[in-house]
């Protein structure tokens, strides 16, 4: 269940809707064995599905994959992150259909569940944050739109920060520590494949988004453009790393009020002194 869980969700990510479908249903069905046909442990694939079937068009499929999943919910008190899930795939769907007044609705309370539970400055409320951004974006609400990029720019960049200091900690304890001593902050602040990948998404969605604006905001592409080097350099793509590193800092240096630097150069000393960066 889990190995087809994280196979239908890489394909999602990788845009890749209806090859996730297959992957999905595979995860319900074992789901069922384990579980039984009725168990709310289940919502999570029907989820899936939803997600997979809206992002292939199959608008029907996913409301009732949606309205059976919040059949379910409905006999688990709590599940507070499957509930904000839940939420976020009504949002996507409304989205889809053009209802994007309903999708604001479903999307902010999206947020509410996702910071009551994981906390209001979480990876989890930043794509909830991420999405209505978007439709404040179609709908060329602009201030809005740009207020909520930079609210989810700030909040990955805090949380990408915090795990490549934790990374840099490792590195320099690791010569005084046992090779089978796991040091519990590094792995704590580690982000998974499925979050690396998710924030790469978000993050070049939202680079485009700034790079095709009429006046592009350099400190805010600056601050996107950090933190696709965090992640690169957290994945050891090092190459693509200083290349994003660069980027930004050529970008803080063109702004009026210069930010500082540190950040950036220090990300860069690092990506240089790793040994398997290739110059």
């Not at 904000?84 to 999708?103: D, I, P, T, W, Y």
């Not at 909830?128 to 609210?151: C, T, W």
């Not at 979050?195 to 601050?223: D, F, H, N, W, Y």
Request: charged share 20%.
């Amino acid at each position: 269940m889990d190995v087809a869980s994280s196979t239908a969700q890489g394909f999602i990510l990788a845009g890749k809707h209806k090859e996730a479908i297959p992957a999905a249903f595979h995860a319900l069905r074992f789901g069922s064995a384990v579980f039984g046909p009725r168990s709310a442990q289940l919502v999570p694939a029907y989820l899936l599905l939803a997600e997979a079937s809206t992002g292939a068009g199959d608008l029907r499929r996913a409301e009732r994959y949606l309205a059976q999943a919040q059949w379910m919910v409905l006999g688990a008190p709590g599940c507070g992150a499957v509930r904000s899930r839940l939420q976020r795939g009504l949002g996507q769907l409304r989205v889809a259909e053009g209802n994007l007044e309903q999708a604001l609705h479903h999307l902010a309370y999206d947020v509410y569940l996702a910071s009551s539970t994981f906390g209001p400055r979480s990876l989890e409320a930043a794509m909830g944050y991420f999405h209505m951004a978007n439709v404040f974006f179609r709908q060329n609400k602009m201030d809005i739109a740009n207020s909520l990029y930079a609210k989810v720019t700030s909040l990955w960049c805090d949380r990408l920060l915090s795990a490549v200091q934790a990374q840099e900690r490792e590195l320099r304890s690791r010569s005084d520590m046992s090779p089978f001593t796991e040091d519990e902050d590094v792995t704590e602040q580690q982000l998974t494949e499925a979050q690396r990948a998710e924030g790469t998404r978000v993050l070049s969605a939202m680079l485009e988004i700034r790079s095709q604006a009429r006046k592009p905001e350099l400190g805010e592409m600056a601050r996107v453009l950090h933190g696709l080097a965090m992640l690169h350099y957290l994945g050891l793509d090092l190459p693509a790393a200083g290349e994003m590193g660069l980027k930004a800092l050529e970008l803080v240096k063109q702004l009026p009020q210069q930010e500082s630097l540190e950040p950036i150069t220090r990300l860069l000393r690092l990506i240089n002194s790793t040994p398997s960066h290739t110059k």
